[in-house]
């Protein structure tokens, strides 16, 4: 019921940044929390960033220092801003909304590739 549609992502050199985005349909008040997950290839999907509906907000170790989750309630809109990239950070970057008690909703990623 809930659409989330990312964007953003790209090829980038290493050290560049990156600003991807997560549009819902709805308000994201109504989540419990949303998050961005990345799955490189050959791997599992991994948290990468969460902020909760308190406005909260968790990081990965491997990304602490250097990306942020933030979001613009007005705009139904997540945001992950990716400074200081690594090839390590290359993987597929999906939006995900999880409003408790029910299932979660998943948009169908944006591809980060960061070259060395």
């Not at 705009?75 to 690594?86: D, G, I, P, R």
């Not at 948009?107 to 980060?112: A, D, E, L, P, R």
Request: include cysteine; proline fraction near 3%.
């Amino acid at each position: 019921q809930v659409q989330l549609v990312e964007s953003g992502g790209g090829l980038v050199q290493a050290g560049g940044s990156l600003r991807l985005s997560c549009a819902a349909s709805g308000s994201i008040l109504s989540m419990n929390y949303m998050g961005w997950y990345r799955q490189a290839p050959g791997k599992q999907r991994e948290s990468v960033a969460t902020i909760t509906r308190a406005g909260n907000t968790y990081h990965e170790d491997s990304v602490k220092g250097r990306f942020t989750i933030s979001r613009d309630i007005a705009k139904n809109t997540v945001y992950l801003q990716m400074n200081s990239l690594k090839p390590e950070d290359t993987a597929v970057y999906y939006c995900k909304a999880d409003p408790r008690g029910y299932g979660a909703y998943w948009g169908q990623g944006t591809q980060v590739t960061v070259s060395s």
